[in-house]
C-alpha cells in the first residue's frame, strides 16, 4: 500500500525555489557578457541558452538516472527517456526533476565564462550535453545519487563541490585546451588587460545571481511545510546572505590595499566568491561562521584571480575557475571546520574533514580529468578554437550572424 502523501506547500516552495535557480541563468549571461567584449555579446547569450536548452533535453534524456537511480556505488542505472523510476516523496517526482534540472544547467553554465570569446560554437555544444549527460550526472551520483561519497557521509548541502567545483574544474580545463585570447599576454609573458565592455551588465547579473541563491540554497530543504522546515530555511537564508557580504567587502578591502581603489569587477566575483563556499554547509553552520567562510572566499578569489593570470598564464575572462573553482573546493573544506556539530572547531575531531577532503578531490579529479580529455578530443578532431580573423573581429558576426549591438 502507497502510504506517500505529497504536501502541496513543499511542492509550491521547491518549485518556487526551481523558478529562482532558473532566474541565476540570466545572472550568469549577464556577468559573462558584461565582463567581456561588445563583439562577442551575442556568441555569450547563444551559449547560455544552450546550456540550459541542452541541460534540460538531456539530464531528463540520460543524466537524471545516471545521477538518482539505483545502480552501483559509481554510477546509477541507465532509464533512457523515463524518470518514473524516481519515488514521490513529499513532493512530486516531477518536482524533483525540475528541481535538479537546473542544478545541471548551472553546472554547465559556470564552464561558459572561462572559454569566452575564443571558442567555436558547435564544439561547445557538444561540451555542454556531454557535460549535463556525463560529467555532472556520475559525480553528483556519488554525493547526491546514494554513491560511494554519501555512504563516508561527505556533505554537500546546495553544491560547492557537486555545482560549482564540477563546473570550474571544467572551465579550467577548457581555459588550458584553448589557450589564452590573441593579446592577453606579450611575448615577455605580461599579462595586457582586456576589460568587459559592461561592467554595469555585469554588476546587474551579480545582483540576479545573489537574488537566484536563495532558491540554490534554501530551496535544497526540500520541505517548507514544518516548523523545523521553516527554521531551516531561514537558517540558510541568513548564511547564505552573510557570506556573499562578507565575501564582497573582504574583496572590497583587499583590493583598496593592493591596487590604490576598490575594484567594482573583482567586488562582483568577491560576492559570488562567497555564495559559493557557503552553498555546501549554509544549512550546518553558523551565521558567524558563515562570516569567516564568506571573507576566506573572498579573499582567495581574489589571490586565485591574480596568480592564474600573472603566474600560471590561464587566461579566464570571468575569473570563473577562481570563482566557482577555488571556493568551491574551500567550502566543500570549511563544512569540516565549522559544522556546529561535527566540525573540527567545534570538537568534532578530523573524520569530517577527511572525508570533505576526500570527496572534493574526487570530484575535481574527475570533472577536470573528463573535461580535459574531451577538450582534447575535440581539439584534435573537430577544432575546439576559432581562427585568429574570427576572434580578432568578433564571434557574433561569423558564428551567428548577427550582433548584439547594432548602431
Same mark, same amino acid.
Given at each position: 500500500?502507497?502510504?506517500?502523501?505529497?504536501?502541496?506547500?513543499?511542492?509550491?516552495?521547491?518549485?518556487?525555489?526551481?523558478?529562482?535557480?532558473?532566474?541565476?541563468?540570466?545572472?550568469?549571461?549577464?556577468?559573462?557578457?558584461?565582463?567581456?567584449?561588445?563583439?562577442?555579446?551575442?556568441?555569450?547569450?547563444?551559449?547560455?541558452?544552450?546550456?540550459?536548452?541542452?541541460?534540460?533535453?538531456?539530464?531528463?534524456?540520460?543524466?537524471?538516472?545516471?545521477?538518482?537511480?539505483?545502480?552501483?556505488?559509481?554510477?546509477?542505472?541507465?532509464?533512457?527517456?523515463?524518470?518514473?523510476?524516481?519515488?514521490?516523496?513529499?513532493?512530486?517526482?516531477?518536482?524533483?526533476?525540475?528541481?535538479?534540472?537546473?542544478?545541471?544547467?548551472?553546472?554547465?553554465?559556470?564552464?561558459?565564462?572561462?572559454?569566452a570569446e575564443r571558442t567555436?560554437?558547435?564544439?561547445?555544444?557538444?561540451?555542454?550535453?556531454?557535460?549535463?549527460?556525463?560529467?555532472?550526472?556520475?559525480?553528483?551520483?556519488?554525493?547526491?545519487?546514494?554513491?560511494?561519497?554519501?555512504?563516508? #557521509?561527505?556533505?554537500?548541502?546546495?553544491?560547492?563541490?557537486?555545482?560549482?567545483?564540477?563546473?570550474?574544474a571544467i572551465a579550467l580545463?577548457?581555459?588550458?585546451?584553448?589557450?589564452?585570447?590573441?593579446?592577453?599576454?606579450?611575448?615577455?609573458?605580461?599579462?595586457?588587460?582586456?576589460?568587459?565592455?559592461?561592467?554595469?551588465?555585469?554588476?546587474?547579473?551579480?545582483?540576479?545571481?545573489?537574488?537566484?541563491?536563495?532558491?540554490?540554497?534554501?530551496?535544497?530543504?526540500?520541505?517548507?511545510?514544518?516548523?523545523?522546515?521553516?527554521?531551516?530555511?531561514?537558517?540558510?537564508?541568513?548564511?547564505?546572505?552573510?557570506?556573499?557580504?562578507? #565575501?564582497?567587502?573582504?574583496?572590497?578591502?583587499?583590493?583598496?590595499?593592493?591596487?590604490?581603489?576598490?575594484?567594482?569587477?573583482?567586488?562582483?566575483?568577491?560576492?559570488?566568491?562567497?555564495?559559493?563556499?557557503?552553498?555546501?554547509?549554509?544549512?550546518?553552520?553558523?551565521?558567524?561562521?558563515?562570516?569567516?567562510?564568506?571573507?576566506?572566499?573572498?579573499?582567495?578569489?581574489?589571490?586565485?584571480?591574480?596568480?592564474?593570470?600573472?603566474?600560471?598564464?590561464?587566461?579566464?575572462?570571468?575569473?570563473?575557475?577562481?570563482?566557482?573553482?577555488?571556493?568551491?573546493?574551500?567550502?566543500?573544506?570549511?563544512?569540516?571546520?565549522?559544522?556546529?556539530?561535527?566540525?573540527?572547531?567545534?570538537? #568534532?575531531g578530523v573524520h569530517l574533514?577527511?572525508?570533505?577532503?576526500?570527496?572534493?578531490?574526487?570530484?575535481?579529479?574527475?570533472?577536470?580529468?573528463?573535461?580535459?580529455?574531451?577538450?582534447?578530443?575535440?581539439?584534435?578532431?573537430? #577544432?575546439?578554437?576559432?581562427?585568429?580573423?574570427?576572434?580578432?573581429?568578433?564571434?557574433?558576426?561569423?558564428?551567428?550572424?548577427?550582433?548584439?549591438?547594432?548602431?
Open positions: 500500500m502507497n502510504t506517500i502523501s505529497i504536501n502541496g506547500l513543499d511542492t509550491v516552495w521547491v518549485l518556487l525555489a526551481a523558478m529562482l535557480v532558473f532566474f541565476m541563468q540570466p545572472g550568469f549571461a549577464l556577468v559573462e557578457a558584461g565582463f567581456t567584449r561588445s563583439k562577442n555579446t551575442a556568441n555569450i547569450l547563444m551559449k547560455n541558452f544552450v546550456d540550459f536548452m541542452a541541460g534540460t533535453l538531456f539530464f531528463w534524456m540520460i543524466g537524471f538516472s545516471l545521477m538518482h537511480a539505483d545502480g552501483n556505488s559509481f554510477i546509477g542505472k541507465l532509464h533512457l527517456f523515463d524518470y518514473s523510476f524516481y519515488p514521490d516523496t513529499n513532493i512530486p517526482k516531477e518536482c524533483t526533476l525540475a528541481f535538479q534540472t537546473m542544478f545541471c544547467a548551472t553546472a554547465a553554465t559556470i564552464v561558459s565564462g572561462a572559454m567555436k560554437f558547435s564544439s561547445y555544444i557538444i561540451i555542454s550535453i556531454l557535460v549535463s549527460v556525463l560529467i555532472y550526472p556520475i559525480e553528483g551520483h556519488w554525493a547526491w545519487g546514494g554513491g560511494w561519497l554519501a555512504g563516508l #557521509g561527505f556533505h554537500d548541502f546546495a553544491g560547492s563541490a557537486v555545482v560549482h567545483s564540477c563546473g570550474g580545463a577548457g581555459a588550458i585546451i584553448l589557450g589564452p585570447r590573441i593579446g592577453k599576454y606579450t611575448k615577455s609573458g605580461k599579462s595586457i588587460a582586456i576589460p568587459g565592455h559592461n561592467l554595469a551588465l555585469g554588476a546587474l547579473g551579480v545582483f540576479i545571481l545573489w537574488f537566484g541563491w536563495f532558491g540554490f540554497n534554501p530551496g535544497s530543504q526540500l520541505a517548507a511545510s514544518t516548523p523545523d522546515d521553516a527554521r531551516a530555511i531561514s537558517s540558510v537564508f541568513c548564511t547564505t546572505n552573510m557570506a556573499a557580504a562578507t #565575501g564582497g567587502l573582504a574583496t572590497l578591502f583587499v583590493t583598496w590595499l593592493i591596487f590604490g581603489k576598490p575594484s567594482l569587477s573583482l567586488v562582483c566575483n568577491g560576492i559570488l566568491a562567497g555564495l559559493v563556499g557557503i552553498t555546501a554547509g549554509c544549512d550546518v553552520v553558523s551565521i558567524g561562521g558563515a562570516d569567516i567562510i564568506g571573507a576566506v572566499c573572498g579573499l582567495a578569489m581574489t589571490l586565485s584571480v591574480y596568480a592564474l593570470d600573472h603566474y600560471l598564464h590561464i587566461d579566464d575572462p570571468v575569473g570563473a575557475v577562481s570563482v566557482h573553482g577555488v571556493c568551491g573546493i574551500l567550502g566543500t573544506l570549511f563544512v569540516g571546520l565549522f559544522d556546529k556539530s561535527d566540525g573540527l572547531f567545534y570538537g #568534532g574533514l577527511g572525508v570533505q577532503a576526500l570527496g572534493i578531490t574526487s570530484i575535481v579529479a574527475w570533472s577536470f580529468g573528463l573535461g580535459f580529455l574531451i577538450m582534447f578530443i575535440l581539439h584534435k578532431t573537430v #577544432g575546439i578554437r576559432v581562427g585568429a580573423r574570427v576572434e580578432e573581429e568578433g564571434l557574433d558576426i561569423y558564428e551567428h550572424g548577427e550582433t548584439a549591438y547594432n548602431n
